[in-house]
């Protein structure tokens, strides 16, 4: 496997269920990141984790919980959502190192539909 | 962050140049010019940066404003596979892994056979 993957790759739930997107780099970056890409919005900056510290919560509702249990994982854990929470959710990741400024690797997301 | 405008989208046809503005007039003397793309059913992906020289690399060319407020990416022959948004973004000099890319809506563009 190279670079960000995430599974599913398509996922429906319930308002009730509880489910984890998971996400995986294989860059041996040490920043990761979770968007969220709604019809017709711009995407839109949910999570950012530092080597394995959360560095960014961009006001998320307390239903969409994250976890960095390394710098190569990134999970975000699903619970009691809304139908407006449909939309996909896209991980990424990226090295940091001094003040440069690195390019993110994104990968294909995960398709989210609420019922 | 510094705001940019882009059109909302281009058409462009197969196998000819491709020349994408972008407008950052409250540009910062440290803000990095970033360009990403999505393609569709797919992540978005990294193109190219440039700070105040024009940039080249294997998928495109950027061509920066001597005042750098606005920018061009630049593909030097469109295939259909560049369909795609395009996103013109601007970073800090210190915005490293610590700050994310703050996406407006991009450019559309439509490639025609």
């Known amino acids: 496997e190279t670079g960000v993957t995430q599974t599913p790759r398509h996922l429906v739930m319930g308002m009730t269920n509880k489910k984890s997107l998971k996400c995986e780099q294989h860059?041996?970056?040490?920043?990761m990141y979770w968007y969220k890409q709604s019809a017709k919005k711009p995407l839109e900056l949910m999570f950012v984790?530092?080597?394995?510290?959360?560095?960014e919560n961009n006001s998320v509702p307390s239903r969409f919980s994250p976890e960095c249990p390394n710098s190569s994982h990134l999970f975000l854990h699903l619970h009691t959502l809304q139908p407006e929470d449909s939309a996909l959710y896209l991980c990424?990741?990226?090295?940091?190192?001094?003040?440069?400024?690195?390019?993110?690797?994104f990968g294909p997301g995960t398709r989210l539909t609420v019922t | 962050d510094a705001k940019t405008t882009q059109p909302n989208s281009m058409e462009s046809n197969e196998e000819e140049p491709v020349h994408l503005p972008c407008n950052h007039s409250?540009?910062?003397?440290?803000?990095?010019i970033h360009w990403y793309r999505q393609l569709p059913s797919q992540g978005p992906e990294y193109v190219i940066h440039?700070?105040?020289s024009n940039v080249n690399n294997r998928m495109a060319s950027l061509a920066i404003a001597e005042d750098r407020k606005s920018s061009t990416l630049i593909l030097h022959r469109a295939t259909l596979r560049d369909a795609a948004v395009y996103y013109c973004?601007?970073?800090?000099?210190?915005?490293?892994?610590?700050?994310?890319?703050?996406f407006g809506s991009g450019t559309r563009l439509q490639v025609q056979p």
């Open positions: 990424a990741s990226s090295q940091v190192s001094g003040g440069s400024s690195y390019e993110q690797y």
């Open positions: 860059l041996g970056h040490n920043a």
């Open positions: 984790y530092n080597f394995k510290e959360q560095t």
């Open positions: 409250t540009i910062s003397g440290t803000d990095y």
């Open positions: 440039g700070l105040t």
């Open positions: 973004i601007l970073r800090g000099l210190m915005d490293t892994g610590r700050r994310a890319l703050t």
